[in-house]
T-cell receptor
Framework: AQSVTQLDSQVPVFEEAPVELRCNYSSSVSVYLFWYVQYPNQGLQLLLKYLSGSTLVESINGFEAEFNKSQTSFHLRKPSVHISDTAEYFCAVSEWYGGSQGNLIFGKGTKLSVKP | SQTIHQWPATLVQPVGSPLSLECTVEGTSNPNLYWYRQAAGRGLQLLFYSVGIGQISSEVPQNLSASRPQDWQFILSSKKLLLSDSGFYLC??????????FGPGTRLTVT
């Protein structure tokens, strides 16, 4: 991928409200897509991934993301957020070219702040 | 199951001093290993990656270096730290170039 753009650096939202974190990438080849979550002073944790098949992927804690090839997007959504979802979220893309997979390219992150 | 360790967890070092950060991975063989740095407001910056013992690729020219003396060990070093080296350093592993799994990180403050 030439680049990964996370359009919002910060997203404040009230508890139990829906949220969408946007991710767009630029690439002319096949891609794998990932969302990672980082809690303060911790490493990144894989939240969900799209490799192939259904374009809608889900995580175990209620997040989902949809791969839209025509719009080169992989937005992350949750219908009702909790205080514990407060964290920074990173979108990442890995390209397939020449029969091999490239390293992950990360967006700059979106800080989700859930308020009571 | 696989586990990744990093130490130390936090480090405060004066400018001009040397640096050694260590990362180890257990429970897997021949992983790809990565060093990233997070600086405030700059996202994740890939510094080095390694596909095997002694094989290091550098992504960003700087005063840091990396070594992989064992299949399960990845070390980040510097001979003389700069103020700009401050940040949160993350090690990660993967099998092939797929999803990566991150360690807990090292917070480095250069004073």
């Amino acid at each position: 991928a030439q680049s990964v753009t996370q359009l919002d650096s910060q997203v404040p939202v009230f508890e139990e409200a829906p949220v969408e974190l946007r991710c767009n990438y630029s690439s002319s080849v096949s891609v794998y897509l990932f969302w990672y979550v980082q809690y303060p002073n911790q490493g990144l944790q894989l939240l969900l991934k799209y490799l192939s098949g259904s374009t809608l992927v889900e995580s175990i804690n209620g997040f989902e993301a949809e791969f839209n090839k025509s719009q080169t997007s992989f937005h992350l959504r949750k219908p009702s957020v909790h205080i514990s979802d407060t964290a920074e979220y990173f979108c990442a893309v890995s390209e397939w070219y020449g029969g091999s997979q490239g390293n992950l390219i990360f967006g700059k992150g979106t800080k989700l702040s859930v308020k009571p | 199951s696989q586990t990744i360790h990093q130490w130390p967890a936090t480090l405060v070092q004066p400018v001009g001093s040397p640096l050694s950060l260590e990362c180890t991975v257990e429970g897997t063989s021949n992983p790809n290993l990565y060093w990233y740095r997070q600086a405030a407001g700059r996202g994740l910056q890939l510094l080095f990656y390694s596909v095997g013992i002694g094989q290091i690729s550098s992504e960003v020219p700087q005063n840091l270096s990396a070594s992989r003396p064992q299949d399960w060990q990845f070390i980040l070093s510097s001979k003389k730290l700069l103020l700009s080296d401050s940040g949160f350093y993350l090690c990660a592993w993967s099998l092939g170039a797929g999803e990566q799994y991150f360690g807990p990180g090292t917070r480095l403050t250069v004073t």
